[in-house]
């Protein structure tokens, strides 16, 4: 593919028409990270931060961004997703966590921007939670990792 969809003959915005697309299974994950203090991990990790228990509150956010992604980015569809998990570890090598979504839609249209927004707003409730005792954190590497269905296929990031 070499032309930017989401633009008209004129380099106008437009929303793309998928109404003469196939209704296929598509799947997407994405994945990124916060890094932060070994003490800052620890405290989430036994769930002594002062806001709460940080790991559920990301996951709820996650999920609740994948399922609002075409409020908040403008030429997105809505669909109707059909799962949407949030998996979160620590990483001492980090140190911090490293956040995954998995979505899953049959629909005529992709689910990368929905992994992707969900992986965005965990990592970002993340560091909401924990910047009263770690304002340092940095929140990295979001991106696709693998998608399934559709007219393209499948496709999985290259290993770094």
Do not use: Q
Request: glycine residues 8%; positive net charge; proline residues 2%.
């Amino acid at each position: 593919m070499t032309e930017l969809t989401h633009l008209n003959e004129k380099g106008e915005a437009r929303m793309v028409d998928v109404s003469a697309k196939d209704v296929t299974h598509r799947t997407a994950r994405a994945e990124g990270f916060v890094a932060m203090t070994a003490e800052t991990l620890a405290l989430i990790e036994t769930g002594e931060a002062k806001k709460g228990d940080v790991l559920a509150t990301a996951r709820i956010a996650g999920i609740m961004a994948a399922k609002r992604t075409h409020e908040l980015i403008p030429l997105c569809h809505p669909i109707g997703l059909a799962k949407v998990s949030i998996e979160i570890e620590p990483d001492a090598t980090l140190p911090g966590l490293r956040v995954r979504a998995t979505t899953k839609v049959a629909d005529r249209t992709g689910v990368e921007m929905e992994a992707l927004t969900a992986v965005s707003v965990a990592c970002l409730t993340i560091y909401d939670m924990a910047k009263a005792v770690d304002r340092g954190m940095r929140i990295g590497e979001i991106a696709l990792v693998e998608k399934r269905g559709g007219r393209s296929g499948a496709w999985r990031a290259k290993a770094k």
